[in-house]
């Protein structure tokens, strides 16, 4: 079904709104506060080594992606929600600068693609599947890592698209 130009315009503003919360709160690394006994609940041990070992800025934004996404769809599949702990995990191949993920965060995925791919604009352009390498390695769950994969890119993939949608938002 295609997506009116006010419902596209509606999203964006609404992506921004989120991002705009997130960089508040990731000015203080101290002031994250992840809920990671529950976002364990949901991943198997070796995904949850994983999480662990993204920032506990990006656990606690993906919490927030997964909680939202469960409040609203109940019946969420067991993939999707683990998915939603790890879809940033990629970016845990680099350390955490606020500075850096400010700026590359302007940047929208699709330019970031045709810039040279190293450094934070690499991470900002390939973290789906850089993620999506770290979680197969690590013996995650092969729909787990397709969907982090296709979070940015979810054409023809209903769960992948609804992942994008709520990463968006928060």
């Known amino acids: 079904?295609?997506?009116?130009?006010?419902?596209?315009?509606?999203?964006?503003?609404?992506?921004?709104?989120?991002?705009?919360?997130?960089?508040?709160?990731?000015?203080?690394?101290?002031?994250?506060?992840?809920?990671?006994?529950?976002?364990?609940?949901?991943?198997t041990p070796a995904e949850a080594r994983v999480y662990l070992g993204m920032d506990p800025r990006d656990r606690e934004h993906?919490?927030?992606?997964?909680?939202?996404?469960?409040?609203d769809f109940p019946r969420a599949s067991p993939e999707l929600l683990a998915a939603a702990l790890l879809h940033d995990c990629g970016k845990s191949l680099r350390p955490y600068r606020v500075a850096e993920r400010v700026l590359v965060g302007l940047l929208p995925t699709r330019l970031a693609r045709l810039l040279?791919?190293?450094?934070?604009?690499?991470?900002?352009?390939?973290?789906?599947?850089?993620?999506?390498?770290l979680l197969a390695h690590a013996g995650a769950r092969l729909r787990v890592a397709q969907l982090v994969a296709r979070h940015h890119a979810s054409v023809g993939d209903p769960e992948a698209a609804l992942l994008h949608r709520y990463d968006e938002l928060e």
């Open 1 to 43: 079904m295609p997506v009116s130009p006010l419902d596209r315009l509606r999203r964006k503003v609404l992506g921004y709104l989120g991002k705009v919360g997130r960089l508040a709160r990731s000015l203080h690394p101290d002031a994250a506060s992840p809920d990671d006994v529950w976002a364990q609940t949901l991943l």
């Open 62 to 71: 993906a919490c927030r992606v997964a909680r939202h996404l469960q409040s």
């Open 116 to 133: 040279p791919t190293v450094g934070p604009i690499g991470i900002r352009a390939f973290h789906p599947e850089l993620g999506a390498e």
